[in-house]
């Protein structure tokens, strides 16, 4: 009998992926915005979708910004505290 080759998890995208794919696709929505032809219902969820989209990559940016000033000064034991629990502190 043939073994079944085993099945490889897919890789989790990296922090600066994901960044990139949600600027694309609130650019492209604020795009479609833009045109105008959006009926008002759509209007609204494309703007709840763009807030959301803003909110994760202004989250990104954070930690980001924090991998950047512990890189730069490590003698901050509170970064580093906020950093370790994903800025759930």
Do not use: H, I, W
């Amino acid at each position: 009998m043939a073994k079944k080759p085993a099945s490889v998890p897919s890789p989790v995208p990296s922090p600066v992926a994901d960044f990139e794919q949600s600027m694309q696709a609130l650019e492209a929505l604020v795009e479609k915005m833009e045109t105008g032809e959006m009926t008002l219902e759509e209007s609204l969820t494309a703007y709840e979708r763009g807030v959301g989209l803003y909110r994760q990559c202004q989250g990104t940016l954070e930690q980001a910004e924090l991998r950047v000033r512990l890189l730069t000064d490590p003698a901050r034991p509170e970064d580093a505290r906020d950093f370790d629990d994903g800025g759930n502190a």
